[in-house]
């Protein structure tokens, strides 16, 4: 039975965007639990932080693996590095690769405080993921320009 | 599963493959290269891609608590390069198997043998060689990005070891 590759490319680029939603949306999630008044210690953070990381990992695999479809879906079509298009598909797969980069220490970061209950504060905590949410805004708008622009 | 071994590992291999992304897109390469590749095909590779390297990632972490002891995190770096190598093996040897398979389908009976495999046997070993010595480098540079996003991290220098 042959697939339609449309149909295959649609799929793929609904589960390149649940990926990001994930990613994006758990960020925010746990910088809104890290602000919210009342929230005076790491702890109270730190189980959702642990979570996050663990999904955060596995919608950045997803994110590589489809991102790389939807490129594919443009085929010999795809515009060049030198066109407006292209400068902007360079400076985003350079932040999302800094934002794979970066996050290592964050989840290192996270793991060791939840493992041994030193290191990481509240502050820090908060730092982290406000870091990881503007990253992800900024990806994103370059995501969206890329769509539409 | 662990922490740690599931974010190492995924590092590694998003990291790998953005890199190469990123690269061969500023030369201006990436739509014919992508343009010859079932869907499929390619998602598979990832995801082959990415269990090979949280096997080897595994079996670099066996025993070892990069969290709180520098000691680990030096031994880890030391069995970085050895891993690398038996990942680019690991993976290679899915990529050929996929491609024996695919070439024997698509090749009549009788030509099997000294069309596919004849040929296939005598380049494996070769083969082999070349991804241990690519998956070796590859694995000894990643060694040492981990060891600087240990230090980033705040883990340099820290050890929660008790000193008797």
Redesign the interface.
Known sequence: MEVDPHLVHVAIRWVHVAAMATAFGGAVTVFALSIRPGTDSAGAVLGVAVRYEWLFWAAAGVLAMTGIGNLAAFGAGLLGPSTNWGTTLLLKLGSVLTLVVLSLPRTLAVARTSATSIGTGLIALRNLYAATTAAFAVILAFAIWLAHG | MK??T???A??H???F???I??FV??R?A???G??G?N??V??GL??AL?GTTYVTTSRALKGLD???SERDRTVYAGRALRCGAANGMAFLGILGAVAVVAAVLNTRPDQVGLGILFPAVFIAPIAFVVSAAVGGAVGALFGI??LA??A????AGLD?EPTV
């Open positions: 922490l740690v599931w974010s190492l995924t590092f291999a998003t990291a493959v953005l890199a992304v990123l897109y500023s201006d990436l739509g014919a992508l343009s590749l869907t499929f390619g998602l990832f995801v990415w990069l969290l709180t990005v981990d996003l240990f980033v991290a705040g883990l929660a």
